[in-house]
């Protein structure tokens, strides 16, 4: 007789758990399951389940549900227990409008003293997107399109910037997640050829205005997108209109 399969088993068990890595691995973990949306928005935390599919103490486990807290990716109600935070659109448009004006900026500064491996190296993610793509592999593509930004923030060696970025990225990626479909990334590998061009043309203006439209775009799909599914955002009743939402543009 087989036992039923964990409701928790798309948790991976890190390899090897040491005295010092404990709470850092299952927050890692958990924090990977709420980013990819393996733990949705609003779903509650079962924290002996989590014990028992990563073979933990209770206390690696409430160390890591804190951590995550502080990170706005889970609620923790005395007597009620946790649950995967709602995601606020708010925070999105807040961040989302920083990542517009630091990556349009980078963009004004990196072009013109940018060599060719830049290029290349540009012209290969966007090879690999398109082969993510035609698998419909979302998760790889994902990761490539994130790589993508990357690769134009460590040309310029300004660590300071891609820190900022990376400290609003779990809540962006997992509201991103959220809309990626089929077009979706078709439209995403053309909004990238857009700012490639750009960087390819030596025209600052052009790949700022691309890189501008490429999270426009992503916005007003997440807008429509969560109009559709309100119960899966904290203030999503209250959304507006795509015009006083988000200054696009």
């Known amino acids: 007789m087989t036992s039923a ?33 393996a733990l949705p928005p609003g779903s509650a935390i079962d924290k002996s389940l989590i014990c028992a599919q990563l073979g933990v ?34 925070d999105v448009r807040e961040y989302m409008l920083i990542r517009k004006g630091l990556e349009s900026e980078a963009l004004r500064v ?33 990761q490539i399109d ?8 460590r040309s310029m060696g300004f660590t300071k910037i891609k820190t900022i970025i990376d400290s609003a990225r779990a ?5 991103r997640r959220m809309i990626i479909t089929p077009r979706r990334l ?26 501008r439209a490429h999270i426009d775009a992503v916005m007003v799909e997440l807008f429509a997108f969560a109009r559709e599914h309100p119960g899966l955002f904290a203030d999503g009743a209250t959304l507006g209109s795509d015009s006083d939402s988000f200054p696009f543009g």
């Not at 964990?6 to 890190?14: A, E, H, I, M, T």
């Not at 994130?146 to 923030?153: A, G, L, N």
């Not at 809540?171 to 509201?175: E, G, Y």
Request: glycine content about 4%.
């Open 5 to 37: 399969a964990s409701p928790y088993s798309f948790l991976v068990r890190p390899p090897a758990l040491t005295r010092g890595s404990v709470t850092a691995d299952v927050t890692n973990a958990i924090r990977h399951a709420i980013v990819t949306l």
């Open 57 to 90: 103490s209770r206390f690696p486990v409430s160390e890591a549900l804190a951590r995550l807290q502080i990170e706005g990716l889970v609620d923790i109600a005395p007597q009620r227990g946790s649950t995967v935070s709602l995601v606020r659109l708010a």
């Open 110 to 142: 990196l072009i013109g003293s940018h060599d060719l491996s830049l290029i290349e190296a540009l012209k290969a993610n966007i090879a690999t997107q398109r082969e993510a793509a035609e698998r419909d592999d979302a998760e790889t593509f994902h």
């Open 146 to 153: 994130v790589e993508f930004h990357d690769i134009i923030y």
């Open 171 to 175: 809540n962006l990626d997992r509201a």
């Open 186 to 211: 078709a439209l995403t590998i053309a909004e990238h050829q857009a700012i490639l061009d750009g960087i390819v043309a030596g025209d600052q203006a052009q790949a700022a205005r691309a890189i």
